[in-house]
Structure formats: C-alpha cells, structure tokens
Nanobody
Framework: QVQLVESGGGLVQAGGSLRLSCAASGSIFGINLMGWYRQAPGKQRELVAAILPGGATNYADSVKGRFTISRDNALNTVYLQMNTLKPEDTAVYYC???????????WGQGTQVTVSS
C-alpha cells in the first residue's frame, strides 16, 4: 500500500513562494504518476500539476509559468515549487501517487497553503 507524507505549505503574502514536498513509500515496484491537486473551500478538487517518471509534466492553465513540479525517482519524492503566489492559490494541497505495476493509488493528508493579499 502506497503511503504519502507531505511537507511544506503555510502562509505567504501574494507574490511570494512556497515549496511542497511529498515522499512516497510502500511500493516495492516504485511509483509511476505523481502529482498535486488542490481544493479550495466550496470548490471541487482540481489537478494542479503531475509528472511521470521520465519527466513529462502536465499543469493546470492557472499555474503555468508560476509553478514547477519535479521529482526524485530514487527517493520517490515529488516537489511543487510555487512562485508568484496569488490569493486564488489558497487551498488545501494534496499529493497523489500511483504505484507501478499494481496501479494502486494514494492521497496525502493535505497541506494548507494560504496566500494573503
């Protein structure tokens, strides 16, 4: 069973930066897709960014040019560097991962990101 441990997040002023990290464990075959979703109050959870083991990435239009997703395959860890943060980026951010071979997936516990204007 894949387990995810997130770190990072917090309170930052608009225009500032934050970095989220998420370490996956529990998959003897390694991790395939890793990504970040977010959910703001009263809104549906939405994809922020995702990355495959080979480095291919996908971003939500709202974060393109501001956020960068990366990963360390040896550590099964994914990062989300968030720059030029806006108040509308305020949300709980969830890490997501899919195991190789078994395709079992898992969610992190969520970490709060608050951007003040």
């Amino acid at each position: 069973q894949v387990q995810l441990v997130e770190s990072g997040g917090g309170l930052v002023q608009a225009g500032g930066s934050l970095r989220l990290s998420c370490a996956a464990s529990g998959s003897i075959f390694g991790i395939n897709l890793m990504g970040w979703y977010r959910q703001a109050p009263g809104k549906q959870r939405e994809l922020v960014a995702a990355i495959l083991p080979g480095g291919a990435t996908n971003y939500a239009d709202s974060v393109k040019g501001r956020f960068t997703i990366s990963r360390d395959n040896a550590l099964n860890t994914v990062y989300l560097q968030m720059n030029t943060l806006k108040p509308e980026d305020t949300a709980v951010y969830y890490c997501y991962a899919v195991a190789l071979v078994t395709s079992r997936d898992a969610w992190g516990q969520g970490t709060q990101v608050t951007v003040s204007s």
